[in-house]
């Protein structure tokens, strides 16, 4: 060591220094104190207590009569059908077709670009419930039949050439579908569809754009790119706003019972609300219906979360298995909210 | 066309806007050669290499690469030329060709070393999996990453990384390597860990351009070294020739700020041992 170096301390500094040597073993300080926190504690279970023993006292909850209507068949058909049927369908329908669109708004062909923005335009713009009503009762007036030529306007052009067939090769009557929930998921679907092509544009966007770079330095035609690059990371960002959505769906698949369709969660409970008299246990009984499906809908959530956020997380194991436990604590805490 | 060298550019122009970048770049790279673009940040070194993989978009001037014209056909007679831009899918069997190495890696974070390697093996030349998965490994080996298989590259230092990203390339078995600027971006004590794969590669007789600013580097292992400065070829040469007497006031300029620069790092460095 040079002398007059300033970068290293002299030991001579710490043997006879002047300030007072203490003891440097494991830290065993008094912790901050937070009297705040356990007065709140105390505000908030005295609260519940409150609540909870209302519930237990009040006997118009009548929950015995609730839980017995979260078991009765039409309700549990309802719920099947109308609610957890629906919302699968009309997701399905949405995450597919909000992809595709969410693309083409990106895309470099001005047609694409454009027809994605005006179904975005329409579709965001159209409440749902006016949606819901306009399939259910429009479509089966407007078009009663279609009919599937060879070609467009094949129709037509047999009439005006005065051929004897009409060409038409299979007529699809559209009154056949006796089950009007299929309108509803259709709606909804296409209603949904609007909003997933936003949260996937966002998606495809926050992707940095070396990752395309990379792609195509590899030879990958675009299509091939997106598909194994951009998409698997734009998922990461895409997937926590469509468990919102999916949330959101199954709880407007209440709206269905506009279509009109009486095989649905809520409509079932209100009937038998207004048979029964005892609206506010069947009105619970619902609630409590979506309350479950929204906590299983979470656990689902978190573990697409989790298989596309591979390569993201800590590194060591160990990390790994505590961010694991803090989310599935966020987790818990946010589905009792 | 025979007798072509490997890379044959001709008075490459490309501007962004109203602001050239490139001025008539022309370049003969031959098979086998390796050749250090060096220059100020801003000479256009970067973009050059980039015009040659189609990355960016060309005004004016021509490049072939192993004989083929890059982005074009040309459908015209002789003198008379009568360019068509060739499909996005023809485009990237071009660039199948070319490999790339980039100053920020890019490697796909959701996928691991090996898969990085093997993605563009099976998924672009079709190749058969279980004998592309025996040539990643192989291909880490040879990186000196033979037990970084399955990490994910959130997992890997920046020098690991590059070597990943370089090891990703090769697996195309392309006839050229790219390499912008690979050293850049990485901690001083992980530069040479990569270098040290560039050197192997060199020593195998594999076509390079790269782009940087270690000097040791292009001294030691570049056939020849071309200075740009503002968008033109300034001078080049062997890199002793052009480096140690360098022609022009730029390229003296340029180096000696290199040197001075080098040379505080060097005390600086000093001073703590």
């Known amino acids: 060591m040079t002398t007059g170096s300033g970068a290293a301390i002299p030991p001579s500094t710490v043997e006879g220094g002047s300030a007072p040597l203490s003891d440097t073993g494991p830290i065993k300080a008094v912790p901050v104190r937070h009297p705040g926190r356990w007065v709140a504690l105390v505000i908030i279970a005295i609260f519940f207590a409150m609540v909870i023993s209302s519930f237990v006292t009040n006997e118009r909850w009548d929950w015995p009569f609730a839980f017995q209507v979260m078991n009765y068949s039409p309700v549990l058909e309802g719920l099947l059908k109308g609610t957890i049927l629906a919302t699968i369908g009309s997701m399905i329908i949405g995450v597919g077709l909000g992809v595709v669109i969410g693309v083409m708004r990106l895309s470099d062909n001005p047609v694409l670009k454009f027809v994605g923005f005006l179904y975005t335009w329409f579709f965001r713009g159209i409440p749902r419930l006016v949606l819901v009503v306009l399939f259910g009762t429009g479509i089966g007036y407007l078009y009663p039949k279609f009919d599937i030529g060879p070609f467009p306007f094949s129709q037509q052009l047999a009439g005006w050439l005065g051929m004897s067939s009409d060409l038409t090769l299979f007529t699809f009557n559209v009154n056949q579908i006796s089950s009007t929930l299929i309108w509803g998921i259709i709606a909804m679907g296409l209603s949904e569809a609007a909003y997933m092509a936003e949260i996937a544009r966002a998606g495809i966007m926050s992707v940095d754009n070396g990752q395309r770079e990379a792609a195509s330095a590899l030879g990958m035609k675009p299509s091939l790119s997106m598909r194994r690059v951009i998409l698997p990371q734009a998922m990461r960002v895409i997937i926590p706003p469509t468990g919102n959505e999916t949330i959101a769906m199954l709880k407007d698949t209440s709206l269905l019972m506009a279509l009109p369709l009486s095989t649905e969660l809520f409509f079932q409970a209100q009937a038998i609300g207004n048979r029964t008299l005892k609206i506010m246990p069947t009105l619970m009984a619902a609630c409590m219906w979506y309350l479950v499906i929204t906590s299983v809908l979470m656990v689902g959530q978190y573990f697409l979360e989790r298989h596309f956020g591979r390569g993201y997380g800590n590194t060591s194991v160990q990390t790994k298995t505590d961010t694991t436990k803090t989310r599935l604590m966020g987790l818990t805490i946010g589905g009792g909210k | ?273």
């Open chain 2, 1 to 273: 066309m025979s007798g072509m060298p490997l890379v044959h550019a001709v008075q490459v122009r490309k501007s962004y806007g109203s602001n050239e970048v490139l001025k008539g770049i022309d370049m003969d790279v031959a098979a086998g050669e390796v050749v250090c673009l060096l220059g100020p940040s801003g000479s256009g070194k970067t973009t050059f290499l980039r015009c040659i993989n189609q990355l960016e978009d060309i005004q004016a001037g021509r490049i072939w690469v192993d004989g083929d014209l890059m982005g074009y056909r040309d459908q015209g007679s002789p003198g008379a030329s009568k360019l068509h831009r060739l499909k996005d899918k023809e485009i990237a069997a071009q660039r199948r060709e070319i490999g790339m190495v980039f100053q920020r890696f890019n490697l796909f974070p959701h996928m691991t070393a090996r898969e990085n390697i093997m993605e563009a093996p099976i998924k672009v030349q079709g190749r058969r999996k279980a004998e592309v998965r025996t040539e990643a490994d192989a291909l880490l080996e040879k990186v000196g990453l033979g037990d970084k298989a399955s990490a994910y590259p959130n997992q890997l230092s920046g020098g690991q990384q590059q070597r990943v990203a370089i090891a990703r390339a090769l697996a195309m078995q392309p006839k050229l390597m790219l390499f912008d600027e690979p050293t850049s971006a990485l901690d001083p004590e992980l530069v040479g860990e990569v270098l040290e794969v560039m050197r192997d590669l060199a020593g195998q007789g594999m076509t390079m351009i790269v782009v940087t600013h270690e000097m040791a580097f292009a001294r030691d292992v570049a056939d020849r070294v071309v200075f740009m400065d503002g968008g033109v070829v300034v001078e080049q040469g062997k890199p002793s020739e052009v480096i140690n007497h360098p022609q022009h006031a730029r390229t003296r300029d340029f180096l000696k700020r290199l040197r001075s620069e080098h040379e505080r790092v060097a005390e600086a460095a000093a001073d703590l041992v």
